[in-house]
T-cell receptor, first 111, second 112 residues
């Protein structure tokens, strides 16, 4: 069964550094998403992406964040200058329509 | 703002018993989804129910939706230890952008 994959599974970085989180969505899906979950808290929507552009973004998704689909298979989330409060699990998801399938997540720790 | 809230926050039952979790939300929706999350892992999609549906089944799962009360329930019948996880409802806005708002989750523990 096709699934969403994410790399790396864990990332530790210093405050102020740039990180790129990578995702490979399910191949015939057209909608892509990033969510995050701070430890012990809700899953929060960050951004949705369709037809090579952002469809919607939350207030969390400020200028420090960007997304890109650099080729036909990858979908990336970049955080330009990480802050301590960016420490969280980041989930990529993809969908053909309403049902979103999530990857296993990247646990980001900012020191 | 649109928000899903599950109750109870935590539920502990014996293997073989049924588990019922509830979700309430505030604004109109197109559909509602239930997800399972094992500790520290990804979200597994369980079931989607559309706003014009009242009940849906998938194996041991039964989901109901009452749009007049803005609530949904997830019933797991004949629970197993492997069902131990957190369960979340997620609702979409009617804007059609497929942005989902997740609830706070119910932590289910099934004792063997």
């Amino acid at each position: 069964e096709p699934e969403v994959t994410q790399t790396p599974s864990h990332q530790v970085t210093q405050m102020g550094q740039e990180v790129i989180l990578r995702c490979v969505p399910i191949s015939n899906h057209l909608y892509f998403y990033w969510y995050r979950q701070i430890l012990g808290q809700k899953v929060e929507f960050l951004v949705s992406f369709y037809n090579n552009e952002i469809s919607e973004k939350s207030e969390i998704f400020d200028d420090q964040f960007s997304v890109e689909r650099p080729d036909g298979s990858n979908f990336t989330l970049k955080i330009r200058s990480t802050k301590l409060e960016d420490s969280a699990m980041y989930f990529c998801a993809s969908s053909a329509k309403e049902t979103q399938y999530f990857g296993p997540g990247t646990r980001l720790l900012v020191l | 703002s649109q928000q899903g809230e599950e109750d109870p926050q935590a539920l502990s039952i014996q293997e073989g018993e049924n588990a019922t979790m509830n979700c309430s939300y505030k604004t109109s929706i197109n559909n509602l989804q239930w997800y399972r999350q094992n500790s520290g892992r990804g979200l597994v999609h369980l079931i989607l129910i559309r706003s014009n549906e009242r009940e849906k089944h998938s194996g041991r799962l039964r989901v109901t939706l009452d749009t007049s009360k803005k609530s949904s329930s997830l019933l797991i019948t004949a629970s197993r230890a492997a069902d131990t996880a957190s369960y979340f409802c997620a609702t979409d806005a009617t804007s059609g952008t497929y942005k989902y708002i997740f609830g706070t989750g119910t932590r289910l523990k099934v004792l063997a």
